[in-house]
């Protein structure tokens, strides 16, 4: 299924309104995001690094580790109204203009 960011956060919104909770306060998700990437870095560090798996760990999925730590960003910038797409786009005109000539461009084939 393919998802344009304005569909993801209408999807996150959709599933987060349906609580009487609703969405975590931004200091409560800055927590709830350093959380997740903690447990993506632990998974890369097991998969990739020095620190092998304890016989009794359970793996994990290093993509389902990347959509945690998306569900939280997501619900970060519903709660404060920010549209990503449109953020996204002004980001990568950032890098794109700023970084254009940074690294090495690898020639065409």
């Given at each position: 299924m393919n998802m344009e960011?304005?569909?993801v956060q209408r999807r996150v919104d959709a599933w987060i309104s349906q609580f009487e909770e609703g969405y975590f306060s931004?200091?409560?998700?800055?927590?709830r995001l350093t959380e997740e990437l903690g447990?993506?870095?632990?998974e890369v560090n097991h998969q990739f690094g020095e620190k092998p798996k304890k016989p009794n760990e359970v793996p994990r999925s290093l993509a389902m580790?990347?959509?945690?730590?998306?569900?939280?960003l997501v619900s970060m910038a519903n709660a404060l109204d920010i549209d990503l797409e449109s953020t996204f786009v002004a980001v990568m005109d950032k890098f794109?203009?700023?970084?254009?000539?940074?690294?090495?461009?690898k020639m065409p084939e």
């Amino acid at each position: 299924m393919n998802m344009e960011l304005r569909d993801v956060q209408r999807r996150v919104d959709a599933w987060i309104s349906q609580f009487e909770e609703g969405y975590f306060s931004p200091q409560g998700m800055i927590l709830r995001l350093t959380e997740e990437l903690g447990e993506l870095a632990r998974e890369v560090n097991h998969q990739f690094g020095e620190k092998p798996k304890k016989p009794n760990e359970v793996p994990r999925s290093l993509a389902m580790e990347l959509g945690d730590l998306l569900f939280v960003l997501v619900s970060m910038a519903n709660a404060l109204d920010i549209d990503l797409e449109s953020t996204f786009v002004a980001v990568m005109d950032k890098f794109e203009h700023r970084d254009a000539n940074r690294w090495t461009k690898k020639m065409p084939e």
